[in-house]
């Protein structure tokens, strides 16, 4: 039933960006339901309609990327969860406390998929951290 609804809103939503709202509710699902290679299929039409419809540093894009590289672990793809995860926690980092996506939640993704690839954590690192202020006490 939620797929016919989906091609259906393909079909109504084409050109809307509120497509991608309804893809992620269906990608939700799927996810709960251990369906990973199809929430993932989903995942990617999301990130993909967010990217050509929103600017490319929206936090809606940030959650998306986490999202989906939240799938890709699952499914032991981790070397590209890396990759989106990481790119989740730039832009997450570029604009903290957005509504969308928590650095500290992707930061705990991204270890976790370090950790399964036998890599060190990053929990303790600060990602885009500044530069140290210098020291004018000579």
Known sequence: MAREGLAAARTVLADDPELAT?????????????????????????LAIQRKKLDPQHPLVGASLYLLGEVL????????????LREALAMANKSPGNDYVNPTNVLKELNNV??????PLEANKPIDAAPAAPNDNK
Not at 29 to 35: D, G, N, P, V
């Open 114 to 119: 370090l950790a399964a690839q036998g890599k």
């Open 22 to 46: 309804v893809v992620d509710s269906l990608a939700r699902i799927l996810t709960a339901q251990a369906k990973y290679d199809e929430a993932e299929s989903l995942r990617r039409e999301v």
């Open 73 to 84: 672990n699952k499914q032991r793809k981790f070397a590209e969860a890396e990759d989106r």
